[in-house]
């Protein structure tokens, strides 16, 4: 922790990346937070799930009330993102809540995977 209760940058980027990760996992049973946080030329992005989602992870080390998208997020996680796999941003304005952006055409995709998925945990 820096002065007081402010979160490093690092620890804040690791609470969201587990947490981003859990959400997916609960969902689909797996994914996993890249070593190195995106860092090493094998790992690219933050968290992945293999064949559905490519994620870059934003955040913030104390709340804000407006945050700043750049392109050049959305361009590294679409270079990245491998075949069938939905590139995404997950962002935090206060890291505890998090929202997901995605190009619109790719919102239907996403959709179907989250409902598939959602008949198999219900067995239907």
């Known amino acids: 922790m820096k002065g007081g209760n402010q979160i490093t940058t690092k620890d804040a980027a690791n609470k969201q990346e587990s947490r981003v990760h859990q959400f997916f996992h609960d969902w689909f049973g797996w994914g996993r937070v890249q070593p190195g946080s995106g860092a090493p030329e094998a790992y690219k992005s933050d968290v992945r799930l293999m064949g559905l989602a490519r994620i ?69």
């Not at 993102?81 to 996403?110: K, T």
Request: charged share 30%; aromatic share 12%; net charge negative.
């Open 56 to 124: 870059e992870c934003k955040t913030v080390t104390k709340p804000h009330r407006t945050f700043t998208l750049h392109k050049a997020w959305f361009d590294k996680v679409f270079e990245e993102a491998g075949p069938g796999e939905i590139p995404m941003v997950i962002m935090s304005f206060d890291n505890q809540r998090d929202y997901a952006c995605i190009e619109l055409h790719l919102l239907p995709e996403l959709v179907q995977q989250f409902y598939e998925r959602g008949n198999e945990r219900e067995g239907l």
